[in-house]
């Protein structure tokens, strides 16, 4: 299988499957409501739905500088949080994520930073 890493650490695995790779030390969603499709098994389910949150946070984190992502946690069927190092704390980002019958997923609402 052959894996392309982008500049953000999403690997494209190739049939729209993301892998997320990361590493590193209550803003508004996105004016564009983001969806993806993600009608799969569990885990490629969670996969595709961290893709989304790595879109919105490119979009609309006010402070890209810090140390970078350092983890988007599943902690819940629907909710995910995502943790951001900046200088002297770690920011975090809670995700309800709304997946409808047919596989679309959205963001519901979005709490922290």
Do not use: H
Not at 52 to 80: E, M, N, R
Request: hydrophobic fraction near 45%.
């Amino acid at each position: 299988m052959r894996v392309m890493l982008n500049r953000i650490g999403l690997a494209v695995l190739g049939a729209g499957a993301v892998a997320v790779l990361v590493w590193g030390a209550g803003g508004a969603i996105a004016e564009k409501t983001m969806t993806r499709n993600c009608t799969m098994d569990a885990l490629n389910q969670s996969i595709c739905i961290f893709g989304l949150i790595l879109d919105d946070l490119k979009a609309t984190y006010p402070f890209p500088g810090g140390g970078g992502l350092q983890s988007i946690v599943q902690t819940s069927t629907t909710g995910f949080t995502a943790s951001l190092a900046q200088e002297e704390r770690t920011d975090e980002i809670d995700y309800e994520i709304a997946i409808a019958d047919d596989g679309s997923v959205s963001i519901a609402s979005k709490s922290g930073q």
